[in-house]
């Protein structure tokens, strides 16, 4: 979904950083054998995220929704040399499509995968984070929020990934459409939350920045 018209979009596109040569590899085989690849977050948001993992310099990143690794490789590129990525994902068939390219990358050894249910995996981790990012199935984004609030350090980052759902939020909603509803009530959650300063920015499918106060 782009919400700027597309001679603007691909103006901000040109005049912005580049996609590093290993994610083109990445993109180009997540297209060509993964069932899905729209999933991808995409150069442009690829290179938002780097910029701003690189800003925060965060020692502790946690991903919640894993995919084929993109997005986490974005994140990775700011990480603290001594800083490691907790990334979850329930699709244990992707774990080895991710881990080439995570090896790949230089980070490999920083990345810790995580397979299963996020809901179950989230309580074991005994760590606190700045910098999250949730990207995973819309229905249980305020359960992820309600597990990780207390786990991100004062000052840090969520990070929230389709929170305008297509457009689909300003938008009669079906009563059917749970992932509207339920995208419709985090982003409502998030205003009203006085832990956080939020603000939601119109990049491809809506990213929400959430500060820990």
Not at 39 to 48: A, D, N
Request: negative net charge; charged residues 25%; aromatic residues 8%.
């Amino acid at each position: 979904m782009y919400f700027l018209p597309e001679a603007i979009d691909n103006y901000v596109v040109a005049h912005s950083e580049q996609e590093p040569e290993l994610l083109q590899q990445l993109t180009r085989e997540t297209y060509q054998k993964v069932l899905q690849p729209i999933m991808l977050s995409g150069p442009y948001q690829g290179r938002v995220l780097s910029m701003i993992s690189n800003l925060i310099q965060p020692k502790s990143i946690l991903e919640i929704g894993t995919f084929t690794g993109y997005s986490t490789l974005c994140l990775a590129e700011g990480l603290d040399k001594s800083g490691e990525i907790h990334t979850i994902d329930i699709n244990e068939e992707l774990v080895d499509f991710q881990r080439k390219y995570f090896d790949k990358s230089g980070h490999g050894s920083q990345i810790i995968q995580h397979v299963g249910n996020a809901l179950e995996i989230i309580p074991t981790l005994e760590k606190t984070f700045d910098l999250i990012f949730i990207d995973a199935d819309k229905p249980n984004y305020s359960n992820y929020f309600n597990l990780i609030i207390d786990k991100v350090v004062p000052g840090g980052i969520i990070l929230s990934d389709n929170v305008l759902w297509h457009g689909k939020v300003v938008e009669p909603v079906d009563e059917k459409d749970l992932s509207t509803k339920a995208v419709l009530d985090y982003n409502d959650m998030l205003k009203n939350d006085d832990r956080i300063e939020t603000v939601i920015l119109p990049i491809r499918d809506g990213l929400t920045i959430s500060r820990r106060k």
